[in-house]
């Protein structure tokens, strides 16, 4: 269908036309009615122009499925609303353009050959219309991982990313679209919103959203029953330490050993360990007498939970009891003449000045895990029979510095040395002390140090003390005579005694003072024992030949061997003496200051009285009435002291006090104070191990230790030690030495015969006369 718009114009202009002649005759002929005519008539008009010619301008249209409207440029439109053929007029000669004035909704119509000059009809004019198509699209977020969506049920698209996306395949105009997912990535759900519509546009609104789905892990599998208590629970020992070993249990995964420290007293169990395995080693952390009662328990345990506990077993701590031999056992080695503990009790120092024609020699042991074993044999650089090095050893608070004593050494050096002096021997006995440090597991000579006024015979480093740090050290030497400005030769001061002090700044030592006691006399021996505060200001010396009878009468000379202790306070550098203390009631023969110990705050004084005579036993705030009923019994005072003022806090004796037992020829005490250790070290009883028969009489020298404990100001006996090997003559407790914490123990008896070597060897040997050992309690 179509409309012929130029036709109709045409027609129009030729009625009127027509119209116009029509009247032109009408008025001719009035004139000519009225007279009018001849030369007077009007001359007639010009003959019309000529028709124009008009000529159709068209040709069809195709794919047409709404309204599409046409023009010729700007001029009329026709309106077409299918397809088919079309014309329009154009007169001959003029120029035609034919535009898409509006297009059809949904679709883009194109002319092809719109465009010409009329000379005729024109019917090749092609419109050619098609329906528009869109791209479906959108954007993901949240997408971690590989999506596929699927537009109308057919196209899809795979995603691995967020962000704008778009489906290759085209819909329609009007056409229904949906997209959906098909294809969800792992772990994620995605959804789709605005993802159907009918498309008239291209589409870019659909969104996916994705997220992590959280899977709620699957319930646990119930718990397994509890495993049995596992049976066959024994006790293995080694140096100061149980070895637990028992039976598996079925469906066991882990046990846990329990110690219950009192048996059955008033104390829960509590855990010590626990293991995969079924067995397990346990290094005891207390002085072994404290767990005498000790009872030990197992539970096997899994995810359901842990059984009863096993059937209880106790140990035997007297097997426990830790056994240490020189590596080179020899006959008059005096193995355990001296003992050293640092504070934790992991190193010992062991003095064996017997070796090699009382050449000397310095045993270091080390505890890994539940574990000693010797970590170096030391020996003198210039060592020579006689030197007796290692008559003397002490070990600062973490084990790195050891001072040894050598007093038979026979140098004529005075002062201290970073290297080696040449060796001669022009002073005999004037005595030396070895300065050695650790680094990691090796030991290496830091200082050879002699007195600034070194002479012959007089015993330097008989007696050795460190501090805490390591960097103050005190040596005696109780047969020095010099007077009290140090000069020798005045017969006044034979084998008075002194004490040294030297400091260390970084590796190097120097001497800081000379102390002699203020009322100093031949034949004293000030300096036979030495103690140090853990800080090094505060230094006792024992001078147990000293003869004053009156503590108030330092100038008395009429008790031989009564014995004193001396008290000197460092400050700013300057060493001045503090206190002169004296029995409450000297007699001769005391010998009180045979030994000397300080507590780590240097405010706990113990001073032993091997020469005491009395026979009483037990603890006492004042001491009874003297009397000689046990000769050389021995005894030992404490004494505590408040701003520098001493006081005697308490009298000790032994529980099986007799002759000639020599209670407090020397002492150990811990750095709280509160732990004092005192042997008898001539005590005849042969029982072995802990608490045993005290009143035994049939091994005489095979000595003893016993253990006091403080309590809010109150001394009480708290253990009776003997070796576990116990022998005629060994002197168990010539020295004994506890660590700082108090944990650690141990007694040289450096007459015990034994003739193995190393840790834990066998104790019942007699091979090797005199040649000493260690126990670790």
């Known amino acids: 269908m179509y409309r012929n718009f130029s036709a109709t114009a045409e027609a129009l202009r030729a009625r009127l036309a027509g119209a116009a002649r029509t009247l032109s005759l009408v008025v001719a002929g009035a004139l000519a009615a009225c007279g009018g005519g001849g030369d007077s008539a009007e001359p007639p008009p010009p003959p019309p122009p000529p028709s124009v010619v008009q000529h159709p301008v068209g040709g069809t249209v195709t794919g047409l499925t709404g309204t599409l409207v046409l023009a010729n440029g700007n001029g009329a439109e026709v309106t077409i609303t299918a397809s088919g053929s079309y014309v329009t007029n154009v007169a001959q000669g003029q120029t035609y353009t ?92 995605c ?33 397994p029953p509890a495993p049995p208590a596992p049976g066959g629970l024994g006790i293995g020992y080694g140096t100061k330490a149980l070895v637990f070993s028992w039976t598996s249990a079925p469906g066991a995964t882990s046990y846990t050993v329990y ?73 008059e080695g005096r193995f355990g003449n001296r003992v050293a503990l640092s504070s934790n009790g992991t190193t010992l120092a062991v003095g064996a000045y017997g070796e090699g024609g009382n050449t000397g020699a310095v045993y270091v042991f080390t505890k890994s895990g539940a574990t000693w ?3 170096a044999r030391i020996t003198a650089p210039n060592g020579e029979a006689n030197d007796y090095f290692g008559n003397a050893v002490a070990l600062s608070a973490d084990g790195n510095t050891l001072a040894i004593g050598a007093d038979g050494e026979s140098g004529d050096q005075k002062g201290t040395f970073a290297t080696m002096p ?42 050795v003390a460190l501090s805490n740090d390591g960097n103050t050290l005190a040596v005696g030497a109780y047969n020095e005579d010099g007077d009290l400005t140090g000069t020798h030769g005045n017969a006044a001061y034979a084998a008075s005694g002194a004490a040294y002090v030297f400091t260390r700044t970084g ?101 032993g009285m091997d020469g005491d005579s009395s026979n009483y036993t037990g603890t006492f705030v004042v001491p009874p009435p003297s009397n000689t009923l046990a000769l050389n019994s021995g005894a030992v005072f404490v004494f505590i002291r408040a701003g ?41 009883s042969n029982a072995r191990g802990f608490n045993g028969d005290q009143a035994n009489t049939a091994a005489a020298d095979a000595g003893a230790v016993l253990v006091f404990r403080r309590s809010v100001g109150t001394w009480a006996q708290q253990a009776y030690l003997k070796a576990p090997n116990t022998g005629t003559g060994d002197r168990f407790g010539g020295r004994v030495a506890i660590s700082g914490d108090g944990t650690t123990l141990a007694v040289g008896a450096s007459t015990e015969d034994s003739g193995s070597t190393g840790v834990g060897g066998n104790q019942s040997d007699e091979s090797s006369t005199n040649a000493g050992a260690v126990y670790l309690y």
């Open 507 to 607: 590796t190097s030592w120097t001497q800081q003072s000379y102390l002699k006691a203020a009322n100093a006399g031949a034949g004293d021996f000030f300096g036979i024992y030495l103690s140090l505060s853990g800080a090094g200001d505060t230094l006792a010396v024992g001078a147990f030949f000293e003869r004053s009878a009156l503590a108030s009468d330092p100038a008395d000379d009429t008790l031989a061997n009564a014995g004193a202790a001396y008290v000197f306070q460092r400050n700013a550098g300057a060493w001045s003496q503090q206190a002169y203390l004296k029995a409450p009631n000297p007699q001769a023969q005391d010998r009180f200051g045979v030994s000397v110990i300080l507590s780590g705050d240097g405010n706990t004084l113990a001073v």
């Open 644 to 684: 520098g003022v001493w006081q005697s806090q308490a009298y000790l004796k032994a529980s099986n006090t007799r002759t000639p037992h020599r209670f407090g020829n020397n002492l150990a005490m811990s750095s709280d104070g509160n732990t004092l250790v005192v042997p008898s070290y001539r005590d005849d």
């Open 422 to 463: 040449a060796t001669n021997n022009l002073a005999s006995s004037s005595g030396a002390v070895y300065v050695y440090s650790r680094a990691g597991a090796v030991w290496s000579q830091q200082a050879f140090i002699k007195a600034n006024n070194a002479d012959a015979d007089d015993l330097f480093g008989s007696f």
């Open 98 to 189: 034919i535009v898409v004035r509006t297009q059809p909704v949904g679709q883009t119509c194109v002319v092809e050959n719109g465009t010409g000059v009329v000379t005729g009809p024109v019917s090749n004019i092609r419109v050619t219309c098609t329906t528009n198509t869109y791209a479906v699209g959108g954007t993901v977020t949240g997408l971690a991982g590989a999506l596929r969506l699927r537009l109308n049920g057919a196209a899809d698209l795979l995603l691995t990313e967020n962000g704008a996306f778009r489906f290759e395949s085209l819909v329609s105009h009007g056409s229904a679209y949906a997209v959906t997912v098909v294809a969800q990535p792992g772990d994620q759900a």
């Open 191 to 223: 959804s789709v919103e605005a993802g159907t519509g009918v498309a008239v546009a291209p589409v870019t609104q659909v969104r996916v959203l994705c997220s992590t789905i959280y899977t709620p892990p699957p319930p646990p599998p119930p718990p």
């Open 259 to 331: 110690e219950d420290p009192d048996g059955a007293g008033p104390s829960a169990p509590v855990q010590i360990g626990s293991t995969t395995t079924t067995g397990l080693t346990y290094a005891v952390p207390v002085l072994l007498h404290l767990r005498l009662n000790a009872t030990y328990t197992v539970q096997a345990c899994n995810a359901g939970g842990c059984s009863a506990p096993s059937a209880s077993v106790a140990a035997d701590m007297v097997r426990a009891v830790g056994y240490f031999k020189a590596s080179a056992t020899t006959v």
């Open 373 to 375: 074993s010797q970590q």
